[in-house]
């Protein structure tokens, strides 16, 4: 695999569809820029999280083609997809032919039913669900507060527990007076004022349990059960991976993400997949390593390279750990590390960071920003805790946001800002920061705003409402503003650094790469056979030159 540049975009990132990305790529300015492109999961048919809630792996029609995929492949750019391995949408039809036929479902066993997976080890609840004995759980990492559990209607009406890591959300049809007619002996302005008395009470998120009926409580049972039968989910479940289905769901998603030109495929999420009773259910061991090494099997046969995606501290050695099962891996140390030595002027340990990957042989794809924040907690074990927290507040003091880890208070995740405004939203910064990405170890990835010197928007942060702080740099660019932007300095100077990374023979996997200090100037070299090319760049000065 070639380690040349990768641009990373949502496909209504720039002009609003993925057809106009390739009108974008087709321009004189990008041409022969890119080698990969990193289209964001929206482009499949999804419904949460901006594309992280699969309802399945066709293309959206809303927002691409396989026309538009096929004149990228025509350009000679080949795609990283991602593949959610833990969860799918509860909109997917495997989840809704278990709502739809309850234990007549083939698919009945394709997600995880919490009481058979906690079976002899817990107490089952008056609410219909087992509580795991402390033994088992208490090492066990949950991504949200109280048991992961979504209760799902089944047809006969019962509630059965499935197990849900993510993001769930229960909602209710508004009830009319003719549905109550129906469903019990009540008399039209009854009913009218009944449904009228729930309506109001469920939108103003009183639970089932909790209504309310006053005059109308002999009707209780009816409401309840009209309620509940009806309701409808949205949400991410998560899958059983014993269940041969998945396993086949699996090879089927991998053949079609090879299909679409896919080279890269992303694994999100794969950590959280192993489960066991006792176990802390997040990169379990050795049950992690058995299902990626599966997976493997499964791209191998349709040509695609696999990169896990997860976050850890350094001092974690997770990276080191993943790189030496044989898997590329993300560098997320880079983003933090590049703004602390370009803001400190001493690249020390951006310096060790480089000459380690190299040692160590660790193949990697970097970035300064991505669709997600500018990376914290990989940096513990790496950077005293003073230091990143003098660094959290200037880029707080930038306009960026502090991500706490799945909303712990003070357990910092991640910043969101774009990076360019983390960088002051100085254009020498901007390019001295490329210029170093260029000539780092690994294959770069390279978001759009990034590109275009993006800046934090806190307008879309407060269209997006709570939980919306990663908008902050997912500025969708309209096709004028990309005509505009690709006139400025900054934008130029940094496709000219794209384009040589590119095309010149020095780079890649199988070349060398020597790293030489000298008081503030850091030589970064890359041979190839009797191909060379050198980065001097001074972190005082913060001034290069490609020699």
């Excluded at 499964?298 to 990276?319: C, M």
Aim: glycine share 8%.
């Amino acid at each position: 695999m070639s380690n040349g540049p990768m641009l990373n975009a949502y496909p209504d990132s720039m002009g609003g569809t993925l057809d106009d990305i390739v009108k974008v790529l087709s321009k004189d300015e990008l041409k022969d820029v890119f080698e990969s492109f990193y289209i964001l999961p929206s482009i499949f048919n999804t419904d949460l999280d901006r594309g992280f809630s699969v309802i399945d792996y066709g293309i959206n029609e809303e927002l691409g083609s396989k026309e538009a995929i096929e004149a990228i492949k025509a350009m000679g750019i080949d795609l990283k997809l991602d593949f959610i391995l833990n969860h799918a949408s509860v909109l997917s039809k495997e989840f809704q032919d278990i709502i739809k036929n309850g234990e007549n479902s083939k698919y009945k066993d394709f997600f995880i039913d919490w009481n058979k997976f906690w079976e002899g080890c817990g107490t089952l609840t008056k609410e219909g669900y087992i509580q795991p004995d402390e033994k088992y759980i208490k090492d066990m990492f949950f991504r949200k507060p109280g048991l992961p559990i979504l209760m799902v209607r089944f047809p006969d009406g019962r509630n059965v527990p499935y197990w849900n890591t993510f993001y769930q959300e229960v909602r209710y049809k508004n009830l009319e007076a003719e549905d109550l007619m129906e469903k019990m002996d009540i008399q039209y302005v009854a009913a009218t004022r009944l449904a009228q008395c729930v309506n109001s009470q469920i939108s103003q998120g009183t639970s089932v349990a909790e209504l309310k009926l006053g005059k109308y409580e002999q009707y209780r049972d009816e409401v309840v059960d009209l309620l509940e039968s009806s309701r409808r989910y949205l949400g991410q479940m998560d899958l059983n991976i014993k269940s041969p289905l998945v396993w086949e769901f699996y090879e089927n998603t991998l053949k079609t993400l090879s299909s679409y030109g896919a080279k890269i495929v992303r694994l999100d999420a794969f950590a959280y997949a192993p489960k066991e009773p006792g176990e802390k259910n997040f990169l379990n061991d050795p049950g992690t390593w058995d299902l990626l090494q599966k997976v493997r099997e499964l791209a191998d046969k349709n040509g695609v390279t696999l990169l896990p995606e997860i976050h850890a501290s350094y001092g974690e050695k997770i990276y080191e750990l993943v790189a030496g099962k044989g898997y590329m891996t993300y560098d997320f140390f880079l983003p933090g590390l590049l703004i602390y030595a370009i803001e400190n002027h001493n690249p020390d340990v951006l310096i060790n960071w480089a000459k380690e990957l190299v040692e160590k042989d660790i193949r990697v794809v970097n970035m300064l920003g991505c669709h997600d924040g500018i990376p914290l907690l990989d940096l513990k074990g790496l950077l005293p805790e003073d230091e990143i927290q003098k660094m959290i507040d200037v880029l707080v003091s930038r306009g960026g946001f502090v991500k706490d880890l799945h909303g712990a208070k003070n357990m910092y995740y991640q910043v969101n800002a774009t990076y360019y405004s983390a960088l002051g939203e100085d254009d020498k910064k901007m390019l001295f920061a490329r210029a170093i990405q260029m000539f780092m170890p690994g294959k770069p990835q390279v978001w759009y705003l990034d590109l275009f010197a993006g800046k934090n928007d806190h307008e879309a942060v407060a269209r997006a409402g709570a939980g919306g702080h990663k908008e902050i740099n997912r500025t969708n660019l309209t096709m004028e503003q990309i005509e505009e932007g690709l006139k400025k300095d900054v934008v130029k100077k940094q496709i000219e650094l794209l384009q040589l990374r590119k095309s010149h023979p020095a780079f890649g996997f199988d070349s060398k790469l020597s790293i030489n200090t000298n008081g503030s100037v850091v030589s970064f070299t890359w041979t190839k056979d009797n191909d060379t090319i050198t980065l001097e760049a001074d972190f005082e000065s913060l001034e290069y030159q490609i020699i």
